[in-house]
């Protein structure tokens, strides 16, 4: 059973232009979260997604950030006309319910903004 | 809000050398406790949890005690070994599904 996937694991991109990070989820789960860890600071919670729906976005920048989990397919964090402030870690984490101790994540995106 | 604070690292202990991370916390409510490990290149796994005051988590050799009148949940390992280099993050949940809020981490570096 693979783990969740988060792919490209290391993402250039010049300010201005559109960042998309995937992540797919552990087989069997409906349940996704992601998480941004800026330079030295903790992991922030962004969005919380079931299938096709989202569940809460209160970590969410109201601009330019957006995020979906369709029917079929990888959860999509999309990133429009980046900045340099967007520079981060991002993790996806994934799971069959709501109990926090059945939270598996994935490795991350690293975006840099030049 | 709520928040957790874990102390700086990196921390730099001999293999055998007695572990102590600590950690305290802000929370409304009455939070579940947690310890996430990340090894390099991997992402972040559950290591340890306490759900009520008192409890204590363990797992690996690593322990950890909810403490309400301290607000803290200190992370400890007897005897650690090279292959526990990591950085260790301390979390809280304080609703009720899964979104977490996390410590900065800590790394800890174990030489031979």
């Known amino acids: 059973n693979a783990g969740v996937m988060q792919n490209p694991r290391h993402l250039v991109r010049r300010r201005g232009q559109e960042a998309r990070l995937r992540c797919s989820p552990m087989?069997?789960?409906?349940?996704v979260y992601w998480y941004r860890q800026l330079p030295e600071e903790g992991l922030k919670f962004m969005v919380y997604?079931?299938?096709?729906?989202?569940?809460?976005e209160s970590g969410m920048p109201k601009e330019r950030f957006s995020a979906e989990f369709p029917k079929e397919g990888p959860s999509i964090l999309r990133i429009q006309q980046v900045v340099r402030g967007d520079s981060a870690a991002y993790f996806c984490?994934?799971?069959?319910?709501?109990?926090?101790?059945?939270?598996?994540f994935g490795s991350g995106t690293q975006l840099s903004v030049l | 809000g709520d928040s957790v604070t874990q102390m700086e690292g990196p921390v730099t202990l001999s293999e055998e050398a007695f572990l102590t991370i600590n950690c305290t916390y802000t929370?409304?409510?009455?939070?579940?406790l947690f310890w996430y490990v990340q090894y390099p290149g991997e992402g972040l796994q559950l290591l340890l949890k306490?759900?009520?005051?008192?409890d204590k988590g363990s797992n690996k050799g690593f322990e950890a005690t909810y403490r309400k009148e301290t607000t803290s949940f200190h992370l400890e390992k007897g005897s650690v070994q090279v292959s526990d280099s990591a950085v260790y993050f301390c979390?809280?949940?304080?609703?009720?599904?899964?979104?977490?809020?996390f410590g900065k981490g800590t790394m800890l570096l174990v030489s031979p």
């Open positions: 929370a409304t409510g009455y939070p579940s």
């Open positions: 306490a759900t009520k005051a008192d």
């Open positions: 979390a809280l949940s304080d609703q009720g599904y899964s979104t977490l809020t």
């Open positions: 087989k069997g789960h409906s349940h």
């Open positions: 997604l079931q299938k096709e729906n989202i569940i809460d």
């Open positions: 984490a994934s799971s069959p319910s709501t109990k926090t101790e059945k939270l598996f």
